[in-house]
Each structure stands twice: as structure tokens, then as C-alpha cells.
Nanobody
Framework: QVQLVESGGGLVQAGGSLRLSCAASGRTFSSYAMAWFRQAPGKEREFVVRISRSGGTSYYADSVKGRFTISRDNAKNTVYLQMNSLKPEDTAVYYC??????????????????WGQGTQVTVSS
């Protein structure tokens, strides 16, 4: 069993920055890939970014490429999402997710084994 707890969400003006954190517990953190997804009101949950077990490889959705950066600290059991140049369309609940089984570019939310409770990010125009 894995527990994931997100933090760092909030209200920010367009053009601003936020850093989300996701703290994991329950199993060896370096044994699973991690990802961030987001869900805006009335929309389906969408893939944002994924990072490999070692942190050496990451995959970004086109909508956030160049603005968001994912990283992980396996010693602290934490994955981060640095979000810069935020836009109103980035407003959503952001979820971190853990994937034990796969490698590579996996953007289907159904492939992930554990999820956090989400943290709200609101970007005002």
C-alpha cells in the first residue's frame, strides 16, 4: 500500500509560479514511477507529466512543456512539480499518482496504481 499526499496548491495570478509537492509513504519510493495529472471542472482528468523511477527521464504534455518541471528526491520520498508562467487554463485540481508496473511514456490514468487526494491550483487572469 502507498499513501500519497499533495501540498503546495493555492491561488496565483497569471504569470506566477507555484511548486507542488507529493510525499509518499508505504513502499520503496524509488521502485515506482510518478506522475502528475490534473482535472478542471467539467473536464476529464488529464496527464501533465511523468518521471521515471530514477528521475532520469520525464515526459511532458505539450500544454505544459517549457513551463512545468517535474523532479523527485528519492531520499525524501517526494516528487515535485515546479509550475512557472501559469495561465488561467492551468486551473485545476492536481493529483500525483504512482505507477509500479510500467516503464516509458504512460499517460493513461488507468495505468496508475495509487493516487493522492489532490490539491487545488487556481490561476487568476
Amino acid at each position: 500500500q502507498v499513501q500519497l499526499v499533495e501540498s503546495g496548491g493555492g491561488l496565483v495570478q497569471a504569470g506566477g509560479s507555484l511548486r507542488l509537492s507529493c510525499a509518499a509513504s508505504g513502499r520503496t519510493f524509488s521502485s515506482y514511477a510518478m506522475a502528475w495529472f490534473r482535472q478542471a471542472p467539467g473536464k476529464e482528468r488529464e496527464f501533465v507529466v511523468r518521471i521515471s523511477r530514477s528521475g532520469g527521464t520525464s515526459y511532458y504534455a505539450d500544454s505544459v512543456k517549457g513551463r512545468f518541471t517535474i523532479s523527485r528526491d528519492n531520499a525524501k520520498n517526494t516528487v515535485y512539480l515546479q509550475m512557472n508562467s501559469l495561465k488561467p487554463e492551468d486551473t485545476a485540481v492536481y493529483y500525483c499518482a504512482a505507477d509500479f508496473r510500467g516503464v516509458g511514456y504512460r499517460r493513461d490514468s488507468g495505468l496508475y496504481d495509487y493516487w493522492g487526494q489532490g490539491t487545488q491550483v487556481t490561476v487568476s487572469s
